[in-house]
């Protein structure tokens, strides 16, 4: 990576990782701490506070990418954390659970995901995109392992309230990385044609990329439904948990970048893609067929598995996505992408549950094989896009920024 890219990939995987450990944070203690206010006794109203923020996020994720290719991505980026942390504030000064719900309705509406992604994409060469995309992917899993220990003591110490306070804080952080660290973006081509969101609602390659990240993260909460079961009729208390993810999560970083960024670099991007593809199969397989009949060791390895094939995934699907994408429509295809990963989430969550509840942990597993196998079939006529930066355009465009 030149100077330049190391430090946009740097402070945008910083924008991430502080945007992200916030929300996660709040996760493993929500459901309980939401009973302390007045209507948290409703089931349903603490699954909707939990939920609603990936309904807001998912719904404006194409606008906000679409004005980032219109507005530029730093604006729309700032607008849409000011908008995250003013939801954060409302959540923690809220007196009831409709003013939650209220709260995170506003978290989720300050989606700047795609933004980011394009920003970072616009600043990366094709041949080092996976890199960035991959330090982008390691903040987020790290933070997400970093929450599962130090989230239960400071909901102690603090309570949600506080927690949705630090979450807002957090995000006003990451206003000022992005306006004083991470460099401008490169100056549009004079010229350059504006792009349309039916553009890459019709655009082959795009398409497949955004049925995998919607298989991949509706996978990945449906097995959540059951993993936490699992584990403790293994022999681990739920509150030990983190003994399991945190090492697992850490040591497939470690596989991941032994193994992706060699193969990239020899050609063989695609046979990498369709192998973590094939990881995930294998173990939501592993998981059917041995069931509750799995030990702690056992499942530790296969959340070994799942993550070394999860990380490669989040690493070479969005570094493909802004790859294949017209640069001009960059933006709004990478707020359709990022728009299925939320509804992923919310699939794998609600048809997760459904499924645990009427066909057992059983019918859950061999439904996320059949969803991946599918899912194998969809990426198999993929072909690595060619890279199309050179050194010399890179030189222009660091030249251009200072």
Known sequence: MTPLERRASGSLAAVFAARMLGLFLVLPVFALEAQRYPGGDDPALVGLAMGIYGLTQGILQIPFGVASDRFGRKPVIIAGLLVFALGSFVAAAAPSLGWLIGGRALQGAGAVSAAVTALLADQTRDAVRTKAMALVGASIGLTFALSLVVAPPLASAMGLGGLFGLTGLLALGCIAIVAWWTP???????????????????????????????????????????????????????????????????????????????????????????????????????????????????????????????????????????????????????????????????????????????????????????????????????????????????????????
């Open 184 to 402: 401008p973006p490169p100056p549009p081509r004079p010229g350059a044609p504006r792009g349309r969101l039916a553009e890459v609602l019709r655009h082959g390659p795009l398409l497949r990329l955004d049925v995998g990240v919607f298989v991949l993260h509706a996978v990945q909460l449906a097995m959540w439904v059951a993993l936490p079961a699992l584990l403790v009729r293994a022999g681990l208390d739920k509150d030990h948990h983190w003994q399991i993810y945190l090492p697992t999560v850490f040591l497939s970083f470690i596989v991941m970048g032994a193994v992706l960024f060699p193969m990239e670099r020899r050609g063989h991007l695609r046979l990498a893609f369709l192998g973590a593809i094939s990881l995930i199969l294998l173990v939501q397989l592993g998981l059917l067929v041995l069931g509750a009949q799995v030990g702690l060791v056992g499942l530790g390895l296969l959340l070994f598995a799942f993550f070394c094939g999860f990380n490669v995934l989040e690493a070479t699907q969005p570094s493909l996505a802004s790859r294949v994408a017209p640069p001009h429509a960059r933006g709004a295809a990478l707020g359709v992408y990022n728009t299925l990963q939320s509804l992923g989430f919310f699939a794998g969550g609600a048809v997760g549950g459904w499924l645990v509840s009427y066909f057992g942990e059983a019918g859950l597993f061999g439904a996320c094989a059949a969803l991946t196998a599918l899912w194998l079939a969809v990426a198999w006529p993929m072909r690595a896009p060619r890279g199309r930066s050179t050194a010399e355009e890179v030189l222009a465009d660091e030249a251009r920024a200072t």
